[in-house]
């Protein structure tokens, strides 16, 4: 499937309408229906540390524009973010402050890492002396992109990426809770 | 009368002497040695001096020469003298084993972060700092990352050759 129909189809909400004659009813999970709005107000933690954070701006600025996806509200403060994009290098001395942001997130909550350092210490990953080697040896990471830095259209197709996993229901979050019950209306 | 690199080194000679030497000039930019332990009279005389004013001490930084015996480690002053709009650079080295040379915080507020950064990164111990502890790497770290102990490569890599880009 490519992107734009895979955005096409997550885009329609989960569920089916049933015609009668005074209008209709709509049959869905509700967890497709909190996943569906989860997924389309993704509010992500303002945390860039180097070159990558520049893309990242970048992407959330005019020409990219992320809040067509539901990203614009950028949050300063963890406790009201879900989503943190670590966008940069995770060097031995921020790497106590990313375990802390991310634990100050409130659930459910998302990862990003963005580019080769954030990865797997990329440029760095030979003779450093302080660089982390992919900030996962901190945190769980659910998306991961390439690139140093990656382009924007990357970064916008990560979170979609993001966006669908959360739908499908296999974020690292949401497999760790158990399974409720299925609802039927 | 116009600054220039002349008239500072005539200046210097005739106020510390022989104490001063190696005058040279790369890229047009005066460069001279002096012993470290007068450092600090060194930096007063080019601040406080009417003419030449070196009031902004641009940089710190230390050089590791591993081959120069009991003179392993240079410590770099770069200062500019914002009336003349001259930068000048001077010298002082210290012994590996005893890395001890004095702070210039009390001339130079702003060398307090440098001179922290130039200790983090090389060891050197500027006697009379206020604060003198790490200020980029983590509090942890018990070695000076750029000495040249440590190699800039790792000599085993193979990842770089040549022929792992067809041009063997
Ligand atoms: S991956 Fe490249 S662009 Fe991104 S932070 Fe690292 S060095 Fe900078």
Not at chain 1, 155 to 177: P, Y
Not at chain 2, 128 to 142: F, Q, S, T, Y
Request: charged letters at 25%; a neutral charge.
């Amino acid at each position: 499937m490519d992107v734009k129909s895979s955005i096409e189809q997550s885009m329609s909400f989960p569920g089916e309408v049933h015609q009668s004659p005074t209008g209709g009813i709509l049959l869905s999970r509700i967890d497709d229906v909190i996943n569906w709005a989860r997924s389309n107000s993704l509010w992500p933690l303002v945390f860039g540390t180097s070159c990558c954070a520049i893309e990242m701006m970048s992407t959330a600025s005019a020409k990219y524009d992320w809040s067509r996806f539901g990203f614009e509200v950028a949050r300063a403060t963890p406790r009201q973010a879900d989503v943190i994009i670590i966008a940069g290098t995770i060097v031995n001395k921020i790497a106590p402050v990313l375990k802390r942001l991310y634990d100050q997130m409130a659930d459910p909550k998302y990862v990003i890492a963005m580019g080769a350092c954030a990865t797997s210490g990329g440029p760095f990953f030979y003779n450093t002396y302080s660089v982390v080697k992919g900030a996962d040896h901190i945190i769980p990471v659910d998306v991961y992109i390439a690139g140093c830095p990656p382009r924007p259209e990357a970064l916008i197709h990560a979170m979609i990426t993001l966006q669908e996993k959360i739908k499908s229901g296999l974020t690292r979050e949401q497999i760790r809770m158990p399974k409720p019950e299925l609802i039927s209306l | 009368m116009k600054l220039s690199n002349d008239s500072v080194k005539e200046k210097l000679i005739k106020k510390f002497g022989e104490q001063v030497s190696c005058f040279q000039e790369p890229y047009g930019m005066l460069t001279f040695e002096t012993p470290k332990e007068i450092n600090l009279k060194v930096l007063s005389f080019l601040f406080d001096d009417e003419t030449l004013k070196f009031t902004f001490l641009t940089a710190i930084c230390a050089v590791h020469y591993p081959d120069k015996k009991d003179k392993e480690l240079a410590v770099v002053y770069h200062l500019h003298s914002l009336t003349a709009n001259l930068r000048i650079r001077f010298k002082v080295f210290t012994a590996i084993e005893k890395p001890d040379v004095f702070t210039a915080t009390g001339i130079f507020s702003s060398a307090n972060w440098m001179e922290r950064e130039t200790f983090d990164f090389y060891g050197v111990n500027f006697i009379g700092h206020p604060n003198l502890k790490r200020i980029l790497n983590v509090d942890e770290m018990d070695y000076f990352p750029m000495r040249k102990e440590f190699p800039l490569e790792d000599q085993t890599r193979i990842d770089k050759d040549d022929e792992m880009f067809g041009r063997g």
